[in-house]
């Protein structure tokens, strides 16, 4: 069973920090997603990151995968009260576990405070 | 990407009940999957459902208890049978459209009492 261990859990900081998120498995994964959820949303994506050692920038955000595609990092620089939500990881399945199917992070659900 | 309409958004029913949700989706899609996300907590894959042919359950789900339909390629339905408590979740439906990224209904969000 492939899982995603994510940290921290919880996060409040105070507008203008900077934080990280990880998601962590000693599994491989075809691709890492990051979702946010809103309160009485689904998720929405942010970015897919595919290749180890990607690197990718949405604004503020930069999300990481590492060499071996077992982790990944997000890191928001100078956070907004917007940024408040629910940060989700999620591992696409490699050969073992099937294409498509996503093993989700515990979360992190992030609080910046004005 | 797509649009995923699901409903209900929200419902309060009582234990031993069950509850049908549906996931209407604007596109032509070969898979979609059923999400529950218990309160404060991640998502868990329940079963995946493929046009033509039996859900697929994940370990700790069962077809008597979350039974799906799969009619066609842009609508499924998951119930939630015989109802207590702690069935009380989020109940999420998302599509893959191959672009290597998941697309989610906005949820339903079920209490049991």
């Known amino acids: 069973t492939q899982l995603l261990e994510q940290s921290p859990q919880f996060l409040s900081i105070q507008e203008g920090e900077n934080l990280t998120v990880y998601c962590n498995s000693s599994?491989?994964?075809?691709?890492l997603q990051w979702y946010r959820q809103e309160p009485g949303e689904g998720p929405v994506l942010l970015v897919t990151v595919v290749t180890g050692g990607e690197v990718k920038k949405l604004k503020r955000l930069t999300f990481q995968f590492g060499d071996a595609r077992k982790d990944s990092s997000l890191h928001i620089t100078a956070a907004q009260p917007g940024d408040t939500g629910l940060y989700l990881c999620?591992?696409?399945?490699?050969?073992?576990?099937?294409?498509?199917?996503?093993?989700f992070g515990q979360g992190t659900r992030l609080t910046i405070n004005p | 990407s797509a649009v995923i309409s699901q409903k209900p958004s929200r419902d309060i029913c009582q234990r031993g009940t069950s509850l049908t949700i549906q996931c209407q989706v604007d596109s032509q899609v070969t898979m979609m999957f059923w999400y529950r996300q218990q309160p404060g907590q991640s998502l868990t894959l329940i079963a995946t459902a493929n046009q033509g042919s039996e859900a697929t359950y994940e370990s700790g789900f069962v077809i008597d208890k979350f039974p799906i339909s799969r009619p066609n390629l842009t609508f499924s339905t998951l119930t939630v049978s015989n109802m207590s408590p702690e069935d009380s979740s989020i109940y999420l439906c998302?599509?893959?459209?191959?672009?290597?990224?998941?697309?989610f209904g906005q949820g339903t969000r079920l209490t049991v009492v």
């Open positions: 999620a591992g696409e399945g490699g050969p073992i576990e099937g294409a498509q199917k996503l093993v």
């Open positions: 998302s599509v893959d459209v191959g672009v290597r990224a998941a697309f």
């Open positions: 599994s491989v994964f075809s691709s």
